[in-house]
């Protein structure tokens, strides 16, 4: 017997949904995008028509009433997350959300409650695990292959010039959350902590250094000890000309690295093992698949565990020990002390927001650049 299609919808038709319609579109006998809502309606009926969308609703709030979506794929503005995503959980949809999936620690906490309260789930887009690289690499590790893990360093070097920053909710923590460390290199720290396990401390530092007409950092970098002993460095950036992703592993065995700028392929990696252990890169190439990072990878895993009736990957969990690192940067970059797992309590300044106390420079006299909301 052939099963329904599960019924999807996107909420928030930007630069970012054509991903979702495209990884939707990847799975036609699995999912089908039955409905579109954004706040501008020409700009939702022109992405309907472009995808054959059944559907455009005027709000979230009326589509819900409809009851027939199954999985709601957010993909607002950071501010909106949080309250649209606990919509769709009383309502009963699971929730595919774009990152930085909250504002705060803290109402990722709510929405985990209202998913405890309610049985449905959310996820956070994080399509870089997903790829055959990423999962080969977190096999051998966990195999014992490549050795204990020594030293790792994971660079977002990107470029965004001042007119990226004239949209509505960029550059502020109100609306955006944080810099780079928030909306830029979470992709790629996320990915190191999904290979690395748990992270024990952070040392961090952040600047502003030439995006000045913005509230938050253009760059940050940390020092991190994981739980294992493994070393690393962290490094986000909106101001690198020569762009590029970066992450380099090292282990007792073999060295370990992906350069890239949006997404990868098996192409995109490397391995280098050292003296007497050719017999590791003989194991990457074994099953070589060259699955790509992307949406629709992260869709596939997301539709098994619907049908599983699991938690859908990326899990709340998962999202909770990534957006805690990213507390921990800025309150260690701007409290100028070393943050440890677990230190940032339901009432810290951090948790409640992620620039906490407050960032050490002076934010922008006028909203030039910057239009308010």
């Known amino acids: 017997m052939t099963k329904t299609p599960y019924r999807a919808a996107i909420i928030g038709t930007g630069g970012i949904a054509t991903a979702h319609a495209r990884a939707l579109r990847a799975h036609p006998d699995r999912v089908e995008l039955a409905a579109v809502v954004?706040?501008?309606?020409?700009?939702?009926?022109?992405?309907?028509?472009?995808?054959?969308?059944?559907?455009?609703?005027?709000?979230?709030?009326?589509?819900?009433a409809s009851g027939d979506v199954d999985l709601v794929h957010l993909c607002t503005p950071p501010s909106t997350h949080a309250p649209l995503a606990i919509e769709a959980l009383r309502a009963g949809a699971h929730v595919l959300v774009e990152k930085p999936p909250t504002l705060s620690l803290s109402e990722l906490d709510d929405i985990a409650a209202v998913s405890a309260e309610t049985g449905r789930h959310v996820a956070t887009?994080?399509?870089?695990?997903?790829?055959?690289?990423?999962?080969?690499?977190?096999?051998?590790?966990?195999?014992?292959?490549?050795?204990?893990?020594?030293?790792?360093?994971?660079?977002?070097?990107?470029?965004?010039?001042?007119?990226?920053?004239?949209?509505?909710?960029?550059?502020?923590?109100?609306?955006?959350?944080?810099?780079?460390?928030?909306?830029?290199?979470?992709?790629?720290?996320?990915l190191l902590l999904s290979i690395l396990g748990p992270w024990a401390q952070v040392t961090a530092v952040a600047g502003r250094q030439a995006r000045h007409q913005v509230h938050t950092e253009d760059v940050s970098m940390a020092l991190v000890t994981f739980a294992d002993g493994t070393l690393a460095?962290?490094?986000?950036?909106?101001?690198?000309?020569?762009?590029?992703?970066?992450?380099?592993?090292?282990f007792e065995r073999a060295t370990v690295e992906l350069t890239h700028l949006y997404g990868y392929t098996d192409d995109h990696w490397t391995v280098t093992p050292a003296p007497g252990n050719g017999e590791i890169k003989k194991r990457w190439y074994a099953d070589w698949d060259d699955v790509e990072s992307s949406h629709a990878g992260q869709l596939a895993a997301v539709?098994?565990?619907?049908?599983?009736?699991?938690?859908?990957?990326?899990?709340?969990?998962?999202?909770?020990?990534?957006?805690e690192f990213v507390a921990a940067l800025y309150r260690s970059a701007f409290t100028g002390a070393p943050v440890r797992a677990g230190e940032i309590g339901p009432d810290d300044p951090f948790a409640l927001r992620m620039n906490g106390v407050g960032a050490p420079w002076t934010e922008p006299a006028s909203t030039e650049g910057v239009r308010t909301a």
């Open 38 to 64: 954004d706040v501008d309606a020409d700009r939702a009926r022109t992405f309907a028509a472009t995808w054959d969308v059944p559907t455009v609703a005027p709000s979230l709030t009326e589509l819900l």
């Open 233 to 250: 460095s962290v490094v986000n950036s909106v101001v690198s000309p020569r762009q590029t992703s970066a992450l380099r592993f090292d």
């Open 125 to 190: 887009v994080f399509q870089h695990r997903f790829g055959a690289g990423a999962a080969r690499l977190r096999a051998l590790a966990a195999a014992g292959h490549l050795g204990r893990s020594l030293l790792a360093t994971c660079d977002t070097l990107w470029y965004r010039d001042d007119a990226y920053f004239a949209a509505p909710w960029r550059g502020k923590w109100e609306t955006e959350g944080g810099g780079p460390t928030m909306g830029h290199g979470i992709h790629q720290f996320d």
């Open 303 to 323: 539709l098994d565990a619907l049908d599983a009736g699991t938690a859908l990957p990326v899990t709340l969990a998962d999202t909770r020990r990534t957006m």
